[in-house]
């Protein structure tokens, strides 16, 4: 059974960091592209970052210089580190894997395949 479970949520304060786990499970995802998606409350959801096998990345405009998506191949995991935290970065954050997505799609969010339940970050002003 596949599985993306999310960790590493919380409160903090603005200014400060977090660095969110993705751990996948059920079959092995390196080839796999690798996303971070968030959503606010009232809002939809909206890509984050992503990350290829060869480490072609992507970023949304609104986090680039603050997030930085990584992946351990090894340990069948993606990681989202998150500077300088905003209020507005306040959402329940996913993370999200399909085997393969052509670059240009790594912001459509039906494009992937598999998806945790999400891990909450609140920040708080």
């Known amino acids: 059974q596949v599985q993306l479970v999310e960790s590493g949520g919380g409160l903090v304060q603005a200014g400060g960091s977090l660095r969110l786990s993705c751990a996948a499970s059920?079959?092995?995802?390196?080839?796999?592209?690798m996303g971070w998606f968030r959503q606010a409350p009232g809002k939809e959801r909206e890509f984050v970052a992503a990350?290829?096998?060869?480490?072609?990345?992507n970023y949304a405009d609104s986090v680039k210089g603050r997030f930085t998506i990584s992946r351990d191949n090894a340990k069948n995991t993606v990681y989202l580190q998150i500077y300088s935290l905003k209020p507005e970065d306040t959402a329940v954050y996913y993370c999200?894997?399909?085997?393969?997505?052509?670059?240009?799609?790594?912001?459509?969010?039906?494009?992937?395949?598999?998806w945790g339940q999400g891990t909450q970050v609140t920040v708080s002003s």
């Open positions: 999200a894997a399909d085997p393969s997505i052509p670059i240009p799609n790594w912001g459509v969010a039906r494009a992937y395949a598999y």
């Open positions: 059920g079959r092995t995802f390196s080839r796999d592209v």
């Open positions: 990350i290829n096998w060869i480490y072609n990345i």
